[in-house]
C-alpha cells in the first residue's frame, strides 16, 4: 500500500512537471516569435521610408505642403 501512495505521488509529480515543460514550451515559441518581429523592426529602422511611415502613424507628421484630410465617421449609420 505504501509503494502505491509513493508511485501515485511521483506520478502526480511527474505530471505536472510535463505540465510545466509544455508551458515553457510555449512560451519559447511565443518569445521566439517576438525576436523575430523586432529583428525585422530593426532592419526596417535603418530605412527611410520606415521612418517617414513611423513619423507618419505614431507622430502625426506631414511633410511641407502636404493637407492632410482626416475622414470622420458619420454618427448616423
Not at 519559447?28 to 530605412?47: G, V
Not at 521610408?49 to 506631414?62: D, P, S
Request: charged share 35%; aromatic share 10%.
Amino acid at each position: 500500500m505504501l509503494w502505491i501512495n509513493q508511485f501515485l505521488e511521483k506520478m502526480v509529480i511527474y505530471w505536472k512537471t510535463c505540465e510545466r515543460i509544455e508551458q515553457f514550451i510555449r512560451e519559447e515559441e511565443r518569445l521566439q516569435q517576438e525576436i523575430a518581429a523586432m529583428k525585422k523592426e530593426k532592419e526596417y529602422l535603418h530605412q527611410d521610408w520606415y521612418i517617414e511611415k513611423l513619423a507618419r502613424e505614431r507622430l502625426n507628421l506631414v511633410k511641407p505642403g502636404e493637407i492632410v484630410v482626416e475622414l470622420v465617421p458619420s454618427q448616423n449609420p
